[in-house]
T-cell receptor, first 112, second 119 residues
């Protein structure tokens, strides 16, 4: 049984560009959450998707947007990249109604 | 808003010994979950243990156990018989208890404790 998968593993972009990160949840999970983890910090919640809708959002600007597909996979899009967007982006999935989240390996984004 | 505090940025322990990592949290909620996650240098965040606030019994998972003190809002992790593979960043996290169907609340993390197990 595959766990949560994310792609790509690493990404280098320049300021002002746009990026799309992808996440496939664990089998049987229907809720996907995205987190940003700066170096040496704990993850910060970006937003959560359930039934193809954004259900909760953290304190991130509108440059951060997402989408969930009918197969429960999800994308995180970041527009107009800033140097401060350099971080590890983590995706977590949850089974329906359960108070637990399982994380993928993350995508390391470097903005130059 | 909930906050999670881990006051020990770094800790070290000798192989086979026992170590306790501290975590305190602040919330006005009565029902919630608490978690310890482990993030080794390979960076995959792994769930170590989960505690439901309404359960008085402390959770245990093999060599890992917690000391949950709800009134004190304290949630420490004890690792027994430490192994080299336990070397990692450990994060304490909080989640409100979801009463509706589907979905769940966000995780709020502490800043982490870097644990090094020495041979």
């Amino acid at each position: 049984d595959a766990g949560v998968t994310q792609s790509p593993t690493h990404l280098i972009k320049t300021r002002g560009q746009q990026v799309t990160l992808r996440c496939s949840p664990k089998s049987g999970h229907d809720t996907v959450s995205w987190y940003q983890q700066a170096l040496g910090q704990g993850p910060q919640f970006i937003f959560q998707y359930y039934e193809e809708e954004e259900r909760q959002r953290g304190n991130f600007p509108d440059r951060f947007s997402g989408h969930q597909f009918p197969n429960y996979s999800s994308e995180l899009n970041v527009n107009a990249l800033l140097l401060g967007d350099s971080a590890l982006y983590l995706c977590a999935s949850s089974p329906r109604g359960r108070g637990v989240q399982y994380f993928g390996p993350g995508t390391r984004l470097l903005v130059l | 808003a909930q906050t999670v505090t881990q006051s020990q940025p770094e800790m070290s322990v000798q192989e086979a010994e026992t170590v306790t990592l501290s975590c305190t949290y602040d919330t006005s909620e009565n029902n919630y979950y608490l978690f310890w996650y482990k993030q080794p240098p390979s960076r995959q965040m792994i769930l170590v243990i989960r505690q439901e606030a309404y359960k008085q019994q402390n959770a245990t998972e093999n060599r890992f156990s917690v000391n949950f003190q709800k009134a004190a809002k304290s949630f420490s992790l004890k690792i027994s018989d430490s192994q080299l593979g336990d070397t990692a960043m450990y994060f304490c996290a909080f989640m409100k208890h979801w009463r509706g169907g589907g979905s769940n609340y966000k995780l709020t993390f502490g800043k982490g404790t870097l644990l090094t197990v020495n041979p």
